[in-house]
C-alpha cells in the first residue's frame, strides 16, 4: 500500500477553535465580534486545583448517611463566609442545636454521602481584603522577637489550619491560619503576620485573531479565524502569540544565544535546523514567547524540562518559552516551504500552541498566522483524503541520513534487499540536490503532488 | 463450526496486518498476508480506511476477489469472497481500564488481574488503603479517561463503606468519553452484593453498571471469569462501537472483535494444554507489550477452615495449570519508544548495542521514532538500536508479568511450626525459569527480524531462560488472528499455529550459578547421529551448535558444583533439545547477564555475542555508523 502521512501546511484556510474556562464562569464575548488573541471571552474567579473538603459528619459526631440531613444548602449552591451550610438538631440533653458555618466564599460542588464530606470550591475577589493576624499577642511574646517564632516567611503560601507561628517550634501552642492564601506581611514592629487571599481568576483567551461564531453558556466561546496554518511535529509548553519574526539567515542555520535579545521578548521567533542548548537558555532569560525550529534535540529538552518526554504528552509544562520542531528531533534544517511560508509572514502576529499528543486523540503542536481581522476573507476548509504515492508525488524523508529531504519520487522499485537485510518495496527519490537515493513507502511523508 | 475460507484481521496501534486461511490443499493453513498502516488517528481516523488497504493487499496477492464498492464479499460465491470475517484490535489505545479495590494487595490486586486477563491496560489501580486523597482519585480519574472501570471490593455480607466510597469516587469524576460524545462509561462492579444497590445510587447517572459475581466473595477465594466475560462484552457493546470506523468493523464480523491480547492469549493456553508445556509468551507491539504464561504449577494451597477465628486454614498441595496475562500499556516500539527509554534509562538501552553511543543521538533517534511510528530501520545502526529498545521492552514487560503471576495475597494464615520453618507465605512467585519449557515471541520487531538469529537472541536476552528453554517466534505475526479463529475452530486454529505460525528457532540451554569468570558451568554431551560430541559452557560465552528444524538430539547435562542445569545444584541430567532455524544455543552469561563495565570492552563483548549467533551482517566495531 503506498497510503502515507502528510505534511500539514495549509494557506488561507478556516480554522475554528472552541475556547472553554474549566470552572463555570462568566461569558463576556458576543457572537460576531471581532477579537485580537489576547481577548477575554470569559472569566471565572473559581480557583483551579483540589476544592477544599468539610468534614461535616466528624463536626456533627454523626454517620455519614445523616449528613444530607443536615444540609442547608443545596449543590451548586454559591455561598459566603459565614452562610450556614448545615444545622444539626439535637435535644437538650444532647447539646441542643449545632450550626455549621461556612469558611469560605465559593461553590458547592458536592455532599458525599459515603463520607459526610461537603466539597466547596474557592471563588476569589479582587476586593478581598489583607487579613492580619496578631500573633504575638496570641503567642504572648514581644513582638521584635516574632520570626524566632515563625514557620512561615514572605511569600509562603498556607492552607487553612496550617502552622504561622508557635511557641516550642513543634506546633503545641501554635496560631493557625484562618484562611488560605500567601503571607504578604511579617511585622515585628505591630507583632502581626499579614495574609492575602489569592486572587487568581481563569480567563478563555481568543487565542487567534478572528470572529466570534458561537457562544457555549457558562463556559466559552467558539472563535474562528483564516489564515495560514503549519503543523508542527513535537513542541513543547502552552499556547503563546507574538509577532514572527526571523533570527537565523539559513534553514540549515541553528539559533543560539547570539540571535536572541531583548528585544524578542513576547515574540515568537524563528529559525532553521534548531537550537543550541544556550539558545533555550536565552529563550527564557529573555522572556521570548515561541521558539519555532525545524529539530529539536531530544537531551536538551530532557535538560530544560528534568524530566524524560516519555509517552509524548506534552503542552502542560511550566515554562514561559513554548518550542516547536517542525521536522523532528535532532538538528533538522527546516523544510524550505515552511521555512518560506514563516519569512512571508514575518511581522505578523503568529498564535502557537506546542501541544502534542502522539496517540489516541492526536495533537500536534501548531503555528497559526491569522489574517487580520478586518481582511477576513471567504475559505472553506479542505477534505482530508489520505494521500497515496505515485511517480512524481512529492515527498520528503522522515529517517537518517536524509532527515527533512524533501524530493520527489523518480520510480517505485519492487522489493529488495536493504542493508538490514530486510526485503521490501523502495521508491527512488530524486532529492532537490540531485541525487537520487532510496526510500521505504513508510519512511516518506507526502507533500501533495 | 468449519469455514472453507476464513480472513482474519489484528488491528494494530500502528500495523493492520490481514491473513487469508482456507482448506483449498484438503488441511487448513495460511494463504496470504498483507498489511497496511492501521488509520484509526488523526488524519484519516477511520479504521475501515487501513482494514480495506490490507485487504485489497490480500487481493492483489491472492488474485481473489474479496471487496465490492468497499464492502466485503461473505459469505464466498464461488472464487469470490470469503466464508467468515475475524477481527482482533488493539488500536487507539486497546481497552484502557481503571480498577478499584478496597485493599491494594487484595481486591484491588484481584480486579487488577480480573482486567488484564480480559486483555485490558490497567491505566491506574486505586484503593481505599492507597496514599492518595479522595479528591486526588478523581483528578487522577479525570486525567486518564478510561474506556471502563472494575470495581470491588469486600467480602459478601461484609461492610459497605469502603466500597461505595470508591462508587462515589468514579461518580464525582464524572470520566469524559475518550471516543465520541455520546459514549457512557461502563462500570463493571464486582464487589460485596450487598452494597450493589448504593452503588447503582451513586453511578447510575454518569455510567452504565453491569453487577457480577464479587472478584472475592471470601478472602480466600478468588472468581475472575465472570467480571472478564463481562469487561469482553462491555468492550464490544461500548468501547469498541464508540471508535472511528468500528461500527463498520463490528457490522464485517458479526459483532465480535477481540482485544489483541486476549486473543493471543487463546492460542498459547491451547498450546500450553495440547503439549503439557510450560509455556511462556510475549506479544510485542507499537504500543504496548503483553506476556502470557500458561505453566503447570505443583503448589500449596491455602484451604480456609470453618473451624473459628483462631484455626484459619491449612495448605494443601495443588497440581494444576495457571493462565496469566499482563499487559504493559506504554512499553512499545513506536508509540510508546519514549517510555521504554524513561523506564529502562539510556545506559540500560545502550548496554546491547555493539558500538559506543552517542546518548543525544540515540535519544534522537527514540524521539523520531515515537513523532512518526510508522518509519522502519533503513540502516544496520537503527535495526540495533531498534532491536535493543525491544530487548528492554521485553524485559521491563517480563518482570511485571512474573510480579503478577502471584497466588492470591493478603489471606490470613495460622502456621504450624512446619509452616513457619517452610517460610511459604502469600502471594509468592508461581513458578520460576528452571520450569520453563517453551517461550514464544511475537510481534513486527521478533517477527519481522530479518535474521531468525537476531529473534533468537532477542528472546534469550530479555527473558533470560534458565535450564533447557525451546525458544519458537511467531512466523509473521500471526497469533492474534489465530486467537480469534479458535473461538469457532479450535482444530483448524491449531493446524495454522503449528504448521505455519510457530517457526522453531532452537533450544537454549542456561546453566546457573556463581563460578569465576573464565571456569566451565558445566559440560554438555551431544549425542548426533554420526556420534557424541562434548561442549565446554564457560562462563561468560555464548556458544551456537547449528540443529536443524524437525532435528531431535539427546544431551547429557554435567554442571559443576553449585551450579544447576533444572534438576538442583550439581546435578547432572539427560534432556532432548530440539533443532530450528538458529540451533542449540549454550548460554554461559549467568543470569542476570554481566556486562563489561569498560564502553569498549562491552562493545566487543556484545560484538563477540552477536557474531556467535550470526545475527548480524557485520558488527565490527564503528562499521554501522
Redesign the interface.
Known amino acids: 500500500?503506498t497510503?502515507?502521512?502528510?505534511l500539514?501546511i495549509k494557506e488561507d484556510t478556516v480554522i475554528r477553535r472552541q475556547r472553554l474556562l474549566i470552572f463555570p464562569g462568566k461569558v463576556t464575548a458576543e457572537v460576531g465580534q471581532r477579537v485580537q488573541p489576547d481577548a477575554i471571552l470569559a472569566k471565572t474567579e473559581l480557583l483551579p486545583g483540589?476544592?477544599v473538603?468539610i468534614d461535616l459528619a466528624s463536626f456533627f459526631g454523626v454517620s455519614?448517611d445523616q449528613v444530607v440531613g443536615t444540609m442547608r444548602k443545596r449543590v451548586g449552591d454559591h455561598v459566603q463566609v459565614g452562610d450556614v451550610l448545615a444545622v444539626m438538631e439535637n435535644g437538650l440533653l444532647e447539646g441542643g442545636r449545632k450550626i455549621y458555618s461556612s469558611p469560605y466564599k465559593g461553590l458547592i460542588e458536592?455532599i458525599?454521602?459515603?463520607?459526610g464530606?461537603l466539597?466547596v470550591r474557592e471563588e476569589s475577589s479582587i476586593d478581598e481584603p489583607v487579613l492580619e493576624v496578631n500573633v504575638a499577642k496570641a503567642l504572648n511574646i514581644s513582638p521584635r522577637f516574632l520570626r524566632t517564632f515563625c514557620h512561615v516567611h514572605e511569600g509562603d503560601e498556607v492552607a487553612l489550619g496550617s502552622i504561622l507561628a508557635s511557641i516550642d517550634g513543634v506546633g503545641g501552642e501554635a496560631v493557625r491560619s484562618p484562611l488560605r492564601g500567601t503571607v504578604s506581611n511579617i511585622d515585628t514592629r505591630t507583632g502581626t503576620i499579614s495574609l492575602l487571599k489569592p486572587y487568581s481568576p481563569s480567563y478563555a483567551k481568543a487565542f487567534l485573531a478572528g470572529k466570534v461564531t458561537e457562544i457555549i453558556p457558562d463556559r466559552g466561546a467558539v472563535v474562528e479565524a483564516t489564515g495560514t496554518y503549519v503543523e508542527g511535529?513535537?513542541g513543547v509548553g502552552g499556547e503563546q502569540f507574538g509577532t514572527l519574526t526571523q533570527v537565523t539567515k539559513q534553514q540549515d542555520e541553528e539559533i543560539d544565544a547570539l540571535h536572541i535579545s531583548e528585544e524578542h521578548q513576547g515574540q515568537v521567533i524563528f529559525g532553521g535546523a534548531g537550537i543550541t542548548r544556550g539558545g533555550m537558555e536565552a529563550a527564557l532569560e529573555n522572556k521570548v514567547a515561541g521558539v519555532v525550529v525545524g529539530?529539536l534535540?531530544?537531551?536538551d529538552l530532557?535538560m530544560l524540562l528534568g524530566k524524560?518526554?516519555?509517552?509524548?504528552i506534552t503542552g502542560h509544562e511550566a515554562i514561559i518559552t513554548t518550542f516547536i520542531a517542525t521536522e523532528?528531533?535532532?538538528s533538522v534544517p527546516m523544510l524550505d516551504l515552511t521555512y518560506r511560508i514563516l519569512q512571508k509572514h514575518a511581522g505578523r502576529t503568529a498564535s502557537i500552541n506546542g501541544r502534542?499528543q502522539?496517540?489516541?486523540?492526536?495533537q500536534r503542536p501548531e503555528i497559526i498566522i491569522a489574517h487580520p481581522v478586518e481582511q477576513l476573507p471567504d475559505a472553506s476548509a479542505k477534505s482530508?483524503n489520505?494521500p497515496r504515492l505515485a511517480v512524481g508525488s512529492k515527498v520528503r524523508a522522515?529517517?537518517?541520513?536524509y532527515?527533512g529531504q524533501a524530493g520527489h519520487i523518480v520510480a517505485m522499485i519492487p522489493p529488495k534487499q536493504?542493508?538490514?537485510?530486510?526485503v521490501?518495496p523502495v521508491l527512488h527519490v530524486k532529492l532537490l540536490d540531485g541525487r537520487i537515493v532510496?526510500?521505504?513507502t513508510?519512511?516518506v511523508?507526502s507533500m501533495g503532488r | 463450526m468449519r469455514y472453507q475460507s476464513v480472513l482474519a484481521v489484528d488491528v494494530g496501534?500502528t500495523t493492520t496486518k490481514a491473513l487469508l486461511m482456507d482448506n483449498s490443499s484438503g488441511e487448513f493453513r495460511l494463504r496470504y498476508r498483507a498489511e497496511?498502516?492501521t488509520?484509526v488517528?488523526?488524519?484519516?481516523e477511520n479504521v475501515m480506511?487501513g482494514v480495506q488497504?490490507?485487504i485489497?493487499?490480500l487481493e492483489q496477492l491472492s488474485g481473489r476477489q474479496f471487496l465490492q464498492d468497499s464492502q466485503l464479499i461473505t459469505p464466498a460465491k464461488g472464487d469470490i469472497g470469503v466464508d467468515s470475517f475475524m477481527a482482533t484490535s488493539s488500536a487507539?489505545?486497546g481497552l484502557q481500564m481503571v480498577v478499584g479495590g478496597i485493599w491494594q494487595t487484595m481486591t484491588a490486586d484481584s480486579a487488577k488481574k480480573a482486567a488484564l486477563g480480559a486483555g485490558a491496560i490497567v491505566m491506574d489501580v486505586f484503593s481505599a488503603d492507597d496514599d492518595r486523597?479522595?479528591?486526588?482519585k478523581i483528578?487522577r480519574i479525570q486525567e486518564l479517561r478510561p474506556d471502563m472501570i472494575l470495581l470491588s471490593g469486600g467480602v459478601d455480607g461484609g461492610n459497605t463503606?469502603h466500597v461505595?466510597?470508591l462508587?462515589?469516587v468514579v461518580a464525582?469524576a464524572k470520566p469524559q468519553p475518550?471516543l465520541g460524545k455520546s459514549y457512557t462509561l461502563p462500570v463493571v462492579y464486582a464487589g460485596n452484593s450487598k452494597a450493589r444497590g448504593?452503588v447503582d445510587s451513586?453511578l447510575e447517572e454518569v455510567s452504565i453498571v453491569k453487577h457480577v459475581a464479587n472478584l472475592r466473595p471470601t478472602l480466600e477465594t478468588e472468581v475472575l471469569d465472570p467480571a472478564r466475560e463481562q469487561i469482553h462484552d462491555l468492550f464490544m457493546e461500548h468501547v469498541m462501537a464508540h471508535a472511528p470506523g468500528y461500527p463498520e468493523l463490528l457490522e464485517w464480523c458479526g459483532n465480535v472483535i477481540l482485544p489483541t491480547p486476549g486473543s493471543v492469549g487463546r492460542i498459547i493456553d491451547m498450546m500450553g494444554e495440547k503439549f503439557d508445556v510450560n509455556v511462556v509468551a510475549a506479544d510485542i507491539g507499537g504500543?504496548t507489550t503483553d506476556i502470557f504464561s500458561s505453566v503447570y504449577l505443583s503448589y500449596r494451597r491455602f484451604v480456609p477452615s470453618e473451624k473459628g477465628l483462631w484455626d484459619r486454614g491449612y495448605f494443601e498441595q495443588v497440581n494444576e495449570r495457571k493462565f496469566h496475562r499482563s499487559v504493559s500499556a506504554?512499553l512499545g516500539m513506536s508509540?510508546?519508544i519514549?517510555?521504554i527509554?524513561?523506564e529502562s534509562g539510556i545506559s540500560n538501552i545502550s548496554r546491547w548495542l555493539p558500538f559506543e553511543v552517542d546518548?543525544?543521538?540515540l535519544?534522537?533517534?527514540?524521539?523520531?521514532k515515537?513523532?512518526?511510528?510508522?518509519?522502519?530501520?533503513?540502516?544496520?545502526w537503527?535495526?540495533l538500536i531498534e532491536q535493543a529498545f525491544a530487548r528492554e521492552a521485553l524485559r521491563l514487560a517480563f518482570h511485571r508479568h512474573m510480579d503478577l503471576a502471584r497466588g492470591l495475597r493478603g489471606i490470613s494464615i495460622k502456621r504450624s511450626i512446619g509452616d513457619i520453618l517452610n517460610q511459604e507465605s502469600s502471594g509468592q512467585r508461581l513458578f520460576s525459569m528452571l520450569e520453563v519449557d517453551a517461550i514464544v515471541g511475537s510481534g513486527g520487531v521478533l517477527s519481522?527480524a530479518?535474521?531468525r538469529s537476531q529473534a533468537m537472541s532477542m528472546i534469550i536476552d530479555s527473558f533470560q531462560p534458565q535450564g533447557i528453554t525451546e525458544i519458537y517466534v511467531d512466523s509473521i505475526f500471526m497469533m492474534p488472528q489465530l486467537g480469534v479463529l479458535s473461538t469457532v475452530d479450535s482444530e483448524a486454529a491449531l493446524d495454522v499455529f503449528l504448521k505455519d505460525c510457530l517457526v522453531p528457532l532452537g533450544t537454549c540451554i542456561a546453566p546457573v550459578g556463581s563460578p569465576r569468570l573464565g571456569s566451565t558451568l558445566a559440560t554438555a554431551e551431544i549425542m548426533f547421529s554420526e556420534g557424541k560430541k562434548l561442549f565446554r559452557i564457560q562462563t561468560g560465552e555464548l556458544t551456537l551448535v547449528p540443529l536443524s528444524p524437525g532435528q531431535r538430539v539427546e544431551i547429557n547435562l554435567r554442571p559443576v558444583s553449585g551450579v544447576d542445569v533444572g534438576e538442583g545444584p550439581g546435578k547432572a541430567m539427560s534432556a532432548v533439545a530440539i533443532g530450528g532455524q538458529v540451533g542449540i544455543v549454550f548460554d554461559g552469561r549467568n543470569r542476570p547477564i554481566n556486562f563489561p563495565r569498560n564502553e569498549r570492552e562491552r562493545a566487543a563483548q556484545l560484538s563477540s555475542w552477536y557474531n556467535t549467533l550470526n545475527a548480524y551482517?557485520e558488527t565490527k566495531e564503528g562499521t554501522m555508523q
Open positions: 500500500m497510503f502515507v502521512s502528510e500539514q483540589m476544592p473538603a455519614p458536592h458525599s454521602h459515603s463520607r464530606l466539597l511535529v513535537f529539530g534535540r531530544s537531551m530532557v524524560e518526554i516519555s509517552i509524548g523532528g528531533f535532532g502534542t502522539i496517540r489516541a486523540g492526536v482530508a489520505p522522515i529517517v537518517d541520513p532527515f536493504l542493508p538490514t537485510e530486510v521490501m532510496e526510500l521505504l513508510n519512511n511523508e | 496501534s497496511a498502516p488509520t488517528e488523526r488524519p484519516v480506511i488497504n490490507a485489497e493487499g487507539g489505545g486523597n479522595p479528591l486526588e483528578q463503606t461505595t466510597s462508587a462515589e464525582l475518550r448504593i451513586f504500543a506504554n508509540y510508546s519514549g517510555n527509554l524513561a546518548e543525544g543521538r535519544r534522537d533517534w527514540c524521539g523520531n515515537m513523532i512518526r511510528p510508522t518509519t522502519l530501520p533503513q540502516s544496520l537503527s535495526l519481522h530479518p535474521r551482517p
